[in-house]
């Protein structure tokens, strides 16, 4: 017996041997070696590129890997953060220089500081000295007036720390918030000279000063002279006559607006420089010295910083102040014609590719321990099955291919020697179930052919006896429903005239009572007419009840004919008001009872004539239209029309558009219900008030399209 790689003496395994002597084999002349090898470096290259193209993406392709996906995302949410604060900060500005000139534009504020003006004209004529002018002007009532008002201002908006008014002949704070500052000249600042000549509200850049380190700007706005008439003051209405002077407190208010919580990390930053690319808020991270410079203190020269305050919006690739790699988007925020802001969104590169490092790491070692997984597992899988497996793999084609018969080679009493046994012992049970299951395949085949014909006929027949159920369902709640509707009309309707009868028989009593002959005679005939009125309603209503059955067999009826008859019935009522009937040439034949079908036609062209209105020409229109095996008639007229709102009212019981119009609210009820009854439908179609209006109904065009069942005893 020979083994795989081995040999017995006497015999001669093909490929291994030859007779006399053993024939040598490289190292890497085994196939079993090539495949380890190949197979290896190939799960090692793949595994690699498949890496590569995850992080750094596919090159003349769209994907751009997870790192060009973060770098895109990030450049995305940092436009998205400098759009959102350089819009806010936009407003917050429009905001300053729309209080400025609210303020500066307020009747109460323009006659105080005339008033104001005129006071201290006349005090500086009775003053030796600019300590005891001032302080004769806080006295006077305009100056308190003035001062009330833009405390209340800078306590209401908290964005201002100081307000005060710079008379414009002499450039003296004339009333301010800060009382210490009244009479001090600020004639030579910009905040006070710009708005003068501009006329525009003015913003000042930040600045800082020795008395007050913290960065601020000012907003001014000028104040003119109104209408009021001052003889001591010789300024024209309309002229500039002061300036309303707003100073903001930048760490308050702007650089929270700057603040960027998580969004951009722990070292994410959002900064704002002015035209020179000086810091206008303290900066996040200290300088490359260690040192942590102060607002206007600082002048940035990174790129980004540069671009923003050069008038340039964008992102970028860049290095910070730090020196630090970093993404960032620009923007610059126009503050007056001249010059602006420069805001600058950013965010360490280190910070945002610290989690893709983290996993590249963690995937470079998992993917080492696959790969020396599998190559020891190739190994020694391809050492210790290729033989045996092999010629059970060629065995199972063979019962793949239908021969059930083939067996393997028990050649081994390993577990590989143990699964061809028991592949075989499996085959073997294989050939003899499939020989049993064939026959009772074919038996129970036999059985669930006739069982599906006896279950298909009870599910007919089933299915046939639940749809007439339901059908009967159905039609015994719309009986119901009509029943309920139909007691209800008739009950509101006949006591009307018994309220009639029953009030004019208590008259009638105290009219016999009085002697009263007349009376009694009106009353009487009152009565009558309400039982008449009573005796009408009951007798439509029994037409109407009669209606839930065909009284005639249905036949063919020529519409055309039938339609001449209905208009003759109605003859006399159309040459009284004048009207002009058409009927279409040509109408077809409709099939149903004639007798009813004439009422239906009746009773709409009678409705047409009793609603023409004012019309100077009246004219009704009968035609008929064939579709969908149904003859859809029509009769139009040009009368008073029918509101939307009305258009499904007018079919119930005892419902008229018009009260003053003869007659008792059923018609259209009965042609309904008779329509209904032929299988068909009817709905009015008006464009409103005076456009008049078109009734159309249904009828089967021959017997075979309907069922038309006669109920009897019903």
Known sequence: MTQHGNTVPGNTVPGNSLPGKHRRRSWFGSIRTRMIVC??????????????????????????????????????????????????????????????????????????????????????????????????????????????????????????????????????????????????????????????????????????????????????????????????????????????????????????????????????????????????????????????????????????????????????????????????????????????????????????????????????????VGILAFVALATILARGLSGPIRALSQTAEKVMAGDLSARGPEATSDEVGLLTTTFNTMIERVENWHTELRDQVRARTSELRKANELLAAEIGERELAEQERVKLIAELESKNAELERFAYTVSHDLKSPLITIKGYMGMLKEDMADGDVEAVEDDVKRVAGAADRMEQLLEELLELSRIGRLVNEPEHVPLGELVRDAVDLVGGQIDREGVRVEISPDLPAVFGDRARLLEVVQ?????????????????????????????????????????????????????????????????????????????GRIWVESDGPGQGSTFYFTIPSAAESTEITRETGK
């Not at 062209?605 to 029509?634: F, H, W």
């Not at 009368?639 to 009305?646: E, K, L, M, N, P």
């Open 39 to 368: 197979f290896s470096l190939g799960f090692v290259l793949i595994l690699v590129l498949v890496e590569l193209a995850g992080i750094a993406g596919i090159p003349f392709t769209s994907n751009s890997g997870r790192l060009g996906e973060q770098r895109a995302e990030t450049f995305r949410s940092l436009d998205l953060i400098a759009d959102l604060k350089k819009e806010r900060l936009q407003r917050l500005l429009e905001e300053f220089r729309a209080d400025v000139h609210v303020c500066a534009t307020n009747y109460m504020v323009e006659e105080n500081v005339v008033q104001l003006h005129s006071a201290v004209g006349r005090l500086a004529s009775k003053t030796q000295s600019d300590e005891q002018l001032w302080s004769l002007v806080q006295q006077e009532e305009p100056f308190k007036k003035l001062v009330h008002y833009l405390d209340v201002i800078r306590r209401t908006y908290a964005a201002y720390d100081e307000i005060e008014i710079v008379t414009a002949a002499t450039g003296r704070i004339l009333v301010s918030t800060n009382a210490a500052a009244v009479g001090d000249s600020v004639s030579d600042q910009p905040y006070f000279m710009n708005p003068l000549w501009s006329r525009e509200p003015y913003t000042s850049p930040v600045t800082v000063t020795a008395e007050s380190p913290r960065p601020f700007f000012h907003v001014s706005h000028v104040i003119h002279r109104c209408d009021a008439d001052s003889s001591t003051f010789e300024a024209p209405a309309g002229q500039p006559i002061a300036v309303l002077v707003m100073r903001v407190n930048t760490d308050d208010i702007i650089k929270p607006m700057l603040h960027t919580g998580e969004g951009l990390g722990k070292k994410g930053e959002a900064l704002l420089v002015d035209r020179e690319g000086e810091i206008l808020t303290s900066l996040k991270h200290p300088l490359p010295d260690g040192t942590v410079p102060q607002p206007l203190q600082y002048r940035i020269t990174a790129l980004p910083a540069v671009l923003a305050a050069g008038g340039e919006e964008g992102i970028i690739d860049a290095r910070d102040y730090r020196g630090e790699p970093v993404l960032a988007a620009y923007r610059h925020i126009r503050v007056t014609p001249e010059w602006g802001w420069g805001l600058v969104v950013k965010i360490d590169k280190a910070e945002l590719y610290a989690p893709l490092r983290a996993e590249i790491t963690y995937t470079f070692w998992l993917g080492l």
């Open 603 to 679: 009773n709409l062209v009678d409705n047409s004539v009793k609603y023409m209105g004012d019309q100077p020409r009246p004219r009704v229109e009968i035609g008929a239209l064939l579709g969908n095996g149904e003859t859809i008639c029509y009769v139009r007229d040009n009368g008073i029309g029918i509101d939307a709102r009305y258009q499904e009212k007018i079919f119930g019981l005892f419902d008229q558009l018009d009260r003053k119009v003869e007659g008792s609210g059923i018609g259209l009820a009965l042609v309904k219900r008779i329509v209904e009854v032929h299988g």
